[in-house]
DNA sequence: AGCGATTATTTCGCAAGCGAAACGTCTTTT
DNA sequence: AAAAGACGTTTCGCTTGCGAAATAATCGCT
């Protein structure tokens, strides 16, 4: 268990960022969506639609879905397997750097604010 | 503009964080339910729905609506105003204490984790 | 070559959320 | 006291997402 003041702390930040996230414009990711542009552009690749799901421990339609959406909003992109013709990759997009750039930008400034 | 170490820092400290909410079972709060859980338990009272709705420039149907959800998940509660009796007082539970308080745990070992 | 396993997707019925507009209640202004 | 405004809610039509089950394509094994 943290000291109450570190709880705090935590919780925050997470708003200060959140809440910044909500106001903005454009693209409101969910939760799962969001998890999965993270995993795709910070964890190396090859990303599957199976080893998303299993990671997050969603169904698979799960993935589907949000890879359809993620690939609409052009912030992620599907790319056919070469190896393996019944596989998919999920690969980056610029669009998709950009939009996490910025969101980290806003968690940096929201940790930064309340650190001061 | 931050250095490129403290953007990946920040990135895969919410990555792993909301891995890890999206994995749990129980209640999935959408961004705006979260945001607006932040904001009651985190911001001094009162809290009503206009003040949230201007706080996130959401609509106040969607403010309403996050509030039905979150009532019937008990994690907070309406309370009328007694001096302006159009007014309705979002306040908190003990439920809802526990929800942001695992919550916040579950930042904070994330943010340990990835310091380490 | 054939057959079961694996991968991703689609279909189905359903639940939840959205904005805009209309509404009911209460307060403030005139 | 009547009108105007403010607050929260409800209604409307629509969009999006969900899990479970069914489907299509491909692989691997024997």
């Known amino acids: ?4 003041a570190s709880l705090q702390s935590a919780l925050r930040m997470w708003e ?5 996230l909500v106001r903005r414009d454009g693209p ?6 969001m998890a999965i542009m993270l995993i795709v ?3 190396e690749p090859p990303h599957t639609v199976r080893g998303l799901a299993a990671q997050l421990k ?3 339609p799960a993935v589907v879905r949000a890879l359809d959406t993620l ?5 992620l992109k599907r790319k056919p397997d070469e190896q393996d013709k019944r596989s ?4 980056r997009t610029v669009k998709g750097s950009v939009y996490l750039s910025e ?3 806003v968690v940096n400034e929201a940790a930064k604010r309340h650190l001061a």
């Open 103 to 105: 969101f980290s930008d």
């Open 28 to 33: 409101d990711l969910s939760a799962r969506q």
């Open 71 to 75: 690939g609409r909003m052009d912030l």
């Open 1 to 4: 268990m943290q000291d109450k």
């Open 58 to 60: 969603i169904s698979k």
């Open 41 to 43: 552009y910070l964890q």
């Open 88 to 91: 998919v990759n999920v690969v």
């Open 16 to 20: 200060e960022a959140l809440g910044e």
